[in-house]
């Protein structure tokens, strides 16, 4: 607990690089969150941890602390849906959590191929370009938008998603493999790590019912991402999860969920309080934080 507070406010525990589906460098996504005045940041790419050392070495360098994570995909069972998991100080080289992590980076390539295949019956879109879009990082859906957006079919990334890259479109192709949120919840307490739930109400109308909550508790969840630009969609569901993590002491994060130019969300927009990250690093044993040199401006 003592070592938790060289950990320096504000707080932003969900930011994306270029080796998931950001646009900036993980050391990018470091300067622009001290840009920003963030100064302890996570990085939580989607199922993979490669931009980790880039992002751990540039806040050291900024005097900034940084907190390892992961954004988890997952797939609903058991009554419970499918939601995104935040993951944070795990161990990346505990088998069964890492093998997970891989059966859906491994998948992409080819996901991204019938997602183009199935838009080049209406869409001007190849897929050499949006290979090239992705320059070398793991393909991913915002590669396919904005190569859309350049050749004049949407506005922006987010119009691209909004009218044609949706879920319930024609050309949408699920992501493969996903894990079960009761098992991934699980996978992640085995390697030492802390499981947060992303977002929780911010791509649902719907309010989440205790007995779902009780499922999720049970399995080894730790709390709900609440300060979170999406989750004010759905004003009933939030209200709800808050009397929940009251009623049951849960931990509550807030972030941006920075993308770079994919997404309007800036680095500290929501931030989390240092009494909660002071429990995500109490209860995590996988990993710990690199906290700035206590020389640091």
């Not at 995104?84 to 997970?100: M, V």
């Not at 992705?134 to 957006?149: D, E, K, M, S, Y």
């Not at 709390?223 to 849960?250: I, M, T, V």
Request: with cysteine.
């Amino acid at each position: 607990m003592e070592s938790f507070f060289r950990a320096q406010s504000p707080i932003d525990l969900h930011m994306h690089s270029n080796r998931s589906d950001g646009t900036d460098s993980p050391a990018g996504v470091v300067r622009e969150a001290h840009a920003h005045g963030v100064r302890t940041m996570a990085l939580t790419d989607h199922d993979m941890v490669g931009g980790w050392a880039e992002a751990e070495a540039e806040c050291l360098a900024l005097g900034m602390t940084f907190i390892p994570g992961a954004e988890l995909s997952t797939t609903g069972g058991q009554g419970v849906g499918g939601m995104h998991l935040l993951a944070y100080l795990f161990d990346p080289l505990e088998p069964q959590l890492a093998h997970a992590m891989r059966l859906v980076t491994d998948g992409s390539e080819e996901r991204i191929r019938q997602v183009v295949a199935r838009l080049k019956a209406d869409y001007n879109i190849d897929f050499d370009d949006v290979l090239a879009e992705a320059n070398g990082a793991p393909l991913q859906r915002p590669h396919v938008a904005r190569v859309l957006a350049k050749n004049g079919h949407v506005k922006n990334v987010d119009d691209a998603f909004a009218h044609i890259l949706s879920s319930s479109s024609k050309y949408h192709v699920p992501k493969p493999a996903k894990g079960k949120i009761l098992e991934v919840i699980g996978l992640v307490r085995a390697a030492g790590g802390v499981p947060i739930i992303a977002h929780p109400v911010g791509r649902s109308d719907g309010v989440m019912p205790q007995e779902n909550l009780e499922m999720l508790l049970e399995a080894g969840l730790a709390g709900f991402e609440l300060d979170h630009r999406e989750n004010l969609h759905n004003p009933a569901g939030l209200a709800r999860l808050h009397e929940y993590a009251r009623d049951y002491d849960l931990i509550v994060t807030g972030s941006s969920d920075y993308h770079g130019d994919n997404k309007e969300n800036r680095p500290g927009e929501n931030t989390t309080q240092p009494e909660m990250l002071a429990r995500i690093v109490e209860q995590a044993t996988g990993n710990e934080p690199t906290y700035a040199p206590d020389d640091a401006a």
